[in-house]
Every structure is written in C-alpha cells, then in structure tokens.
C-alpha cells in the first residue's frame, strides 16, 4: 500500500486540471488537498467532481478572487473533524 500523504497544495497557474488528470494516484494518497483554480482555464466544477471521485470532499473555499478560488478538500472520514 502506498504511503498516505498529509497536506498539498496545488497552485500552478492554471494548469491545475492537467495537474489533477494526471496525478490522481498521488492526489488519492493525500488527507487535505489545498488547489487554487485559476477560472479562465479550468471550471471549479470539473476539479471538484474529479476529486470527488477519488474521495475527497471540497470542505472550504479558502478565497474567491475574480479570476481564481481556493478550495480545501480533505478525504472522506476526515471532513468532520476538519471543520471548524
């Protein structure tokens, strides 16, 4: 079994729906993801649903800027204890 991950933080300028395509095993390793998704490349919809799908459920948006968001996602069974 592989190694579970803590946090990590995605902010690539844009890039981040290429990111999350092609790094699902390692995405689905970690406990809390933080992504900043830059809007006039990816829609925050698709990220969600596509980490969704590895079991991680969007908890918080961090911040909401005109052009990006910032979201926190953390594994299932984790939610819970992750909120405030």
């Known amino acids: ?3 579970s ?10 890039s981040e729906g290429h ?7 390692f995405i689905k390793r970690c ?11 990816v ?7 596509r980490l969704e799908a ?3 459920r969007l908890t918080k948006v961090i911040g909401n ?3 990006a968001e910032v979201h926190l996602y953390v594994r299932e069974g984790l939610a819970a204890r992750a909120r405030p």
Do not use: N, S
């Open 31 to 41: 406990k809390y993801v933080v992504i900043e998704i830059h809007r006039w490349l």
């Open 5 to 14: 991950r803590g946090c990590f933080k995605i902010d690539i300028e844009g």
């Open 54 to 56: 590895v079991g991680l």
């Open 19 to 25: 990111f999350v395509d092609h790094e699902l095993d």
């Open 43 to 49: 829609q925050p919809d698709d990220v969600r649903q």
């Open 1 to 3: 079994m592989a190694t």
């Open 65 to 67: 800027e005109q052009d």
